[in-house]
């Protein structure tokens, strides 16, 4: 079975610094990998996914993140936080078969200071 | 741009009656899914749904829920007997045909809140 670990429940950074979100999976077959937003009150929107192809994936808003396997981490990058950034991020797996269900992590909000 | 949409936004119901949360996917979508978000906690994987049937559930999914697509373009979860503990958030989602590495477009879900 796959599973997602986040490091850091709660990250603060101030305006105009990295944000670094950290993702680690662990899978038997090959992962799928997403990272969703989720801004309060509001469902899940989508920022970007990793599927076999380039391992560096740019998403919406200027985040990205890199899929290292030697690693099997997937972490979320920004080089510059703006305070609209403020949100819970969540890491998630999904593999080939069955239901392609998502496993998700257990988020981690993220705190964005002036 | 095509969404999937849920109603209610909020539900409100006593311990032990029946809830039926309502989902329109989109419409060109094959493959249909249930989460639940307890407060504070991890979206959990409840059921999917594909070709008339579900294709996996999770332990949380026992015989007191239930899906149908009763129509061309609704897929519902029904809770037979609501407890304390499903009070939560539910998502609803789908996507489309291809691998699993297509996207999942998420509803705004249902809050549920069981008294």
């Known amino acids: 079975a796959q599973s997602v670990t986040q490091l850091g429940s709660h990250v603060s950074v101030s305006e105009g610094a990295l944000v670094l979100l950290r993702c680690n999976y662990s899978?038997?077959?090959?992962?799928?990998l997403f990272w969703y937003v989720q801004y309060p009150n509001q469902g899940l929107q989508l920022l970007l996914k990793?599927?076999?192809?380039?391992?560096l994936v740019k998403g919406i808003n200027g985040f990205e993140a890199e899929f290292k396997k030697s690693e099997t981490s997937f972490h979320l990058t920004k080089p510059s936080a703006h305070m609209s950034d403020a949100a819970e991020y969540f890491c998630?797996?999904?593999?080939?078969?069955?239901?392609?269900?998502?496993?998700f992590g257990t988020g981690t909000q993220l705190k964005v200071e002036l | 741009e095509p969404e999937v949409t849920q109603t209610p936004s909020h539900q409100v119901t006593q311990m032990g009656q029946e809830v039926i949360l309502r989902c329109v996917p989109i419409?060109?979508?094959?493959?249909f899914y249930w989460y639940r978000q307890i407060l504070g906690q991890k979206v959990e994987f409840l059921v999917s749904?594909?070709?008339?049937?579900?294709?996996?559930k999770s332990e949380i999914f026992d015989d007191q829920f239930s899906v149908e697509r009763p129509d061309g373009s609704n897929f519902t979860l029904k809770i037979r007997s609501t407890k304390l503990e499903d009070s939560a958030m539910y998502f609803c989602?789908?996507?489309?045909?291809?691998?699993?590495?297509?996207?999942?477009?998420f509803g705004p879900g249902t809050r549920l809140t069981v008294l």
């Open positions: 989602a789908s996507r489309g045909a291809g691998g699993s590495g297509n996207e999942q477009f």
């Open positions: 899978s038997s077959v090959p992962p799928y």
């Open positions: 990793y599927t076999s192809a380039a391992t």
């Open positions: 998630a797996v999904s593999v080939t078969g069955g239901g392609n269900k998502l496993t």
């Open positions: 419409s060109n979508h094959l493959y």
């Open positions: 749904f594909y070709n008339n049937e579900i294709s996996e």
